[in-house]
């Protein structure tokens, strides 16, 4: 017992009661599963229990590695951003010429995370757009293979910047200074971002599929309409404003626009991940998560959500 | 000794780097076998290859899990020859020479495994050839179901090795594998229907993928 109370002392509070709320809330999608296969004993729910199963999974393995020691953090969050350039190089077309110049953007990586340990934010903020869009060209430039140069730069650098620049910005919130949160620091606005990002996905998607009719971007997404947008965008609103006070220390006006742009912002990268798929032809980024398809399919929202909120509240907290 | 340390090789070393450093996507994986004699026919493009299809194997098949490899390739010096024999664990067989066949069948050594209830890891064509592409299958694939016709023949489809750690290159790059298991195939009537058959059912599983054309 006094290892458990030990244990759960070095969580702030406020983040013990959040997770509650998360493993509360899958407590209740769990028997709603359960109850709908009992109600409706001829429809195939295997999918959707899946889905709950992996989300059980994902949380978990979440909530903990990014809240028992920054350390374990930034590897943990290094390690999906390191998935999601490997999903993401998986699924693009990639010339046999290049094999080297890729494992250089790999190796970004591990500096990326450095800098953000090392809290060195003006690296961290220049080292992929500047110095690695420079040196993966070099590379590709001492190689010598001009044949689809642009081409093959253009999607490099696209993929880095979506998977180690923009992902990093969830481990950047972890080590901003404790000071600037005294509600949970660091660890409480990451599990704030995160929670809302997915919570708006899922509920964009059941508003869609309870009232959807007008489709919002039949040609990148055809499944997403207007009503599951705004839908998803009130509660997601609601629940930022909700939220605020316990997580992070936004006024009641600034969470409103952080609700507003991680809502906002999650669909967009959303329907950008999606139109990329469309252009290649793939249904998932990969298939890592029963029941979701590949990390990308996961965290695409993030993507923009990650990098909007953390300028929007390092601009006015830090 | 060298069982446990190819035990200890597979597990600690091995297994890490593919399902972590590398990841697989793996379908129909019920269709692999459970027990021996079978064969997995693979398509070749890297050398990791065979440790893709000896991860995937439950541990406890390990002893009877054996790649056929090239002895002039495998066996070329010393410390080679132990690390493919006894932790890799391959069955070496003798290539043709250019100057004339050998004095025996050089799958003799398969024929003895698969009488043991091994079950082996064979690439149908024969080498690596170019990175994510798919060559001819030669004739060995069809000795081997023609002396055993009980005995299920895996095809196996990979896609993502070549990308990796193609033929020549000393780094490895890490990409997803995309592995496709098909239905078990088992000998019938004569080499040539059986070969063309398994070499059917390997681009079948292929364009399952739909992978672009990597050059």
Redesign the interface.
């Given at each position: 017992m006094t290892y458990l109370s030990n244990f759960l002392s070095r969580f702030s509070p406020n983040v013990l009661w959040a997770m509650g709320g998360i493993v509360g809330i899958l407590v209740l999608a769990t028997i709603i599963v359960a109850i709908l296969k009992m109600a409706k004993p001829g429809k195939d729910f295997g999918e959707l229990s899946m889905r709950v199963r992996t989300w059980w999974v994902m949380a978990t393995v979440f909530c903990l590695a990014v809240t028992i020691n920054k350390r374990i953090s930034l590897v943990f969050i290094a390690f999906l951003s390191?998935?999601a350039l490997?999903?993401y190089?998986?699924m693009v077309?990639?010339?046999?010429a290049h094999?080297?110049v890729?494992?250089w953007a790999?190796l970004a990586i591990p500096f990326q995370f450095l800098w953000i340990g090392l809290e060195w934010y003006g690296m961290f903020i220049i080292f992929i757009p500047v110095y690695m869009f420079f040196i993966l060209n070099i590379r590709m430039v001492a190689i010598g293979d001009t044949e689809d140069f642009l081409r093959s730069a253009g999607t490099l650098h696209w993929g880095m910047m979506i998977t180690v620049f923009s992902l990093g910005h969830m481990a950047y919130l972890l080590v901003l200074p404790s000071a600037g949160n005294p509600a949970g620091g660091g660890p409480a606005l990451l599990l704030y971002l995160v929670f809302l990002t997915q919570f708006n996905d899922v509920s964009q998607y059941v508003w869609g599929k309870s009232f959807g009719k007008h489709k919002i971007t039949p040609s990148v997404s055809p499944n997403k309409t207007w009503e599951g947008f705004l839908g998803g965008f009130a509660t997601t609103l609601a629940l930022a404003f909700f939220l605020a006070p316990l997580l992070t220390p936004l006024t009641r006006w600034e969470s409103i626009l952080a609700g507003t742009i991680i809502s906002v912002g999650g669909f967009l990268g959303d329907v950008t991940i999606s139109a990329i798929k469309r252009d290649l032809?793939v249904k998932d980024t990969?298939?890592?998560l029963p029941g979701h398809g590949g990390i990308l399919d996961r965290i695409d929202s993030l993507t923009y959500a990650a990098p909007l909120f953390f300028h929007f509240i390092y601009y006015y907290h830090y | 000794m060298s069982a446990f340390l190819r035990l200890l090789f597979f597990l600690c070393i091995i297994r890490p780097i593919i399902m972590v450093i590398l990841g697989l996507n793996i379908r129909r994986r019920e269709l692999l076998p459970t027990q021996g004699p079978a064969v997995l026919a693979a398509n070749h493009n890297s050398h990791l290859d065979t440790m893709v299809l000896i991860t995937m194997m439950p541990l406890r098949l390990l002893r009877k899990v054996r790649p056929v490899a090239a002895a002039d390739y495998f066996l070329r010096n010393g410390l080679l020859a132990w690390f493919s024999l006894s932790i890799i664990g391959i069955i070496p067989i003798r290539r043709k020479k250019a100057d004339g066949a050998p004095d025996s069948d050089p799958l003799e050594p398969c024929y003895q495994a698969l009488a043991r209830g091994d079950i082996l890891i064979f690439f149908p064509e024969g080498t690596r050839g170019e990175p994510e592409s798919i060559s001819g299958f030669k004739s060995g694939i069809c000795k081997l179901g023609k002396r055993f016709p009980e005995m299920p023949v895996i095809p196996i489809f990979m896609h993502g090795l070549g990308k990796s750690l193609p033929k020549g290159e000393g780094i490895l790059v890490p990409h997803f594998v995309d592995v496709f298991v098909g239905e078990p195939l088992r000998y019938e009537g004569k080499s040539e229907i059986f070969k063309e058959e398994l070499e059917a059912r390997m681009l079948g599983l292929a364009k399952e993928g739909d992978f672009p054309a990597w050059k």
């Open positions: 390191f998935l490997k999903e190089l998986s077309p990639t010339r046999r094999h080297r890729l494992f790999y032809g990969g298939a890592s | -």
